[in-house]
């Protein structure tokens, strides 16, 4: 592995118009002190663990230490925040520093750019915790993500809502940073066609390059990102992931996880539920992700128009809920332990009816499916029955579920290797993430580390943690985040 100055960045984006950047420099915050890095992400780029610790690295995340080949750089977008067009958009906070094996960096955080509109530049702490944590939790469950490498403090403050929160960094790292938005703004360019064709080259080079010598090359792109959609909102699903923000400015080309604001994996099941306090109409509630997806990309396809065959794309979309809904229900039901080819209609009866009985029983739904893995009885269900606020529909449940495994002669044992590498003992939910965050307010940074070791390896025991493998403690359960980060 590399020293810091050995790493060599290449910088691909000034190939657009110069309308579609802005070169800059970061605005430094005050005192800058690491909080956490990443040595799996730091493997991505090569990089020396032992780096990380050196003051060189905590100025290379703050802006005053630039790497060799790298040229600061944010990116124009616009996109549809809540329904409603905003043509100007971009990284308001976030500066681009060139990429290294094909992980783009970014720091987020950084100071003012020509993009920040209203914004002071700057992210706190508080939501940059979340997201370092956050995103590492998500790769590990399999759910396709940007990824985070380092974390800074400061001593600079910036003020949310009631109080001055104090500045942080997080250097996040992604195959790609595009957005749906990225394509409407291009599509409103006066060179669109051209714009519209490089940016798509673009995209194909970093996240579809098989597609590159292909023809109707670009509808090809629209394909696979469609799908990787609704195959990525069939995961957030699966587990319970409610992202809060889906505006199209936060909806990644590569069919990645982006942006994490308001983010949460609901505590106990609630198919209505909405993460986001801004959100008053739910139009990001947890049962609307999929469809509100499906939306976003009806957007893109617009926004393909001069350069794409727009009604094979809209075609295209016709099988979209199909598939989302396929692959979900195929990994429900490893979720429960069951063959997703056995026998499909009694699988699909038998997710629905544990999901009303889920919601009727008030129950911590990852919680549950851990417990159930490690069911050894029908006639002992009260480590579950338990944790239920109520149990009677989850006996009744229970009841069907009996019926089905044995119609399937299935076994235990059988359900316990299907189960035991999709149900993890942890997740991580808002309120550990709340703690970690008060700690670290105190100036104690040691709990961010804690959960990047447990959001890693989830499946694992994590003996100084189990509380966290237990049902989110009612009084923080399913409670709604704000939006200012
Ligand atoms: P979000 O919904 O958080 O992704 O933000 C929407 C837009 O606002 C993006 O273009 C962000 O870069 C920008 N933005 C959010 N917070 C700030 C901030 N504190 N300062 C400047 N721009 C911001
Ligand atoms: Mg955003």
């Known amino acids: 592995n590399m020293k810091l100055d050995e790493l060599k960045l290449e910088v691909d984006y000034f190939k657009f118009e110069d309308s579609l950047y802005q070169k800059l420099q970061a605005t430094p915050l005050k005192n800058p002190k690491l909080v956490s890095f990443n040595p799996k992400a730091c493997d991505l780029i090569n990089l020396d ?13 703050n802006g005053t230490k630039v790497l060799n080949g790298s040229v600061p750089y944010s990116m124009v977008y616009a996109g549809h925040q809540f329904g409603y067009f905003v043509p100007q958009l971009g990284d308001g906070r976030a500066i681009n520093l060139g990429s290294i094996n094909g992980w783009h960096l970014q720091t987020k955080g950084s100071g003012l750019t020509k993009y920040s509109r209203q ?39 910036a003020h949310r809502e009631w109080e001055q929160e104090s500045c942080a960094i997080v250097l996040r790292i992604s195959s790609s940073w595009v957005r749906i938005g990225t394509f409407e703004y291009f599509a409103r360019t006066k060179n ?12 194909i080079e970093q996240s579809y390059p098989h597609l590159k010598n292909e023809e109707s090359k670009y509808e090809k792109m629209f394909y696979e990102m469609a799908d990787r959609s609704a195959e990525l909102l069939a995961l957030w699903q699966v587990y319970g992931f409610q992202h809060g923000v889906m505006n199209t400015d936060n909806f990644s080309m ?55 065959d727009i009604e094979k794309l809209e075609n295209h979309m016709r099988s979209y809920i199909v598939k989302h809904k396929k692959y979900y229900f195929e990994l429900m039901s490893k ?43 029908f006639d002992d269900l009260s480590s579950i029955l338990d944790i239920a606020v109520f149990q009677e529909p989850l006996k009744k449940w229970f ?81 709604k985040l704000s939006c200012s980060s």
């Open 254 to 308: 590569a069919g990645l996880t982006i942006d994490y604001g308001p983010f949460a994996f609901m505590d106990y099941f609630e198919k209505n539920s909405i993460c986001n306090h801004t959100d008053m109409e739910g139009r990001y509630a947890y049962n609307n992700q999929p469809y509100v997806a499906r939306w976003n990309l009806f957007v893109l396809i617009n926004a393909l128009k001069k350069i794409c």
């Open 119 to 157: 914004g002071d530049g700057r992210a706190v702490l508080r939501s940059s915790i979340r997201e370092y944590i956050m995103s590492e939790a998500m790769h590990a469950l399999g759910i396709p993500t940007t990824r985070a490498l380092a974390i800074i403090d400061s001593d600079s403050f």
């Open 192 to 203: 669109a066609v051209e714009n519209l064709s490089k940016l798509a080259d673009y995209v």
């Open 399 to 479: 009841e069907s579920y009996k019926k089905v495994c044995n119609e399937q002669n299935s076994s235990f044992e059988e359900r316990f290797e299907i189960m035991k590498k999709v149900n993890p003992k942890y997740v991580i939910k808002n309120y550990m993430l709340q703690e970690a965050i008060e700690n670290a307010h105190e100036g104690d940074y040691s709990m961010v580390d804690d959960l990047l070791q447990i959001a890693q390896n989830p499946f694992d025991a994590h003996p100084n943690f189990e509380r966290f493998a237990n049902p989110t403690p009612m009084k923080y359960a399913n409670i």
């Open 49 to 61: 663990y032992d780096e990380c610790k050196t003051e060189d690295f905590t100025n290379f995340l």
């Open 335 to 377: 979720r429960v332990g069951l063959e997703a080819s056995k026998d499909k209609d009694a699988n699909l009866h038998l997710i629905l009816e544990l999901l009303g009985a889920l919601e009727a029983s008030k129950m911590d739904y990852n919680v549950f499916f851990y417990r159930l893995t490690n069911l050894k009885s």
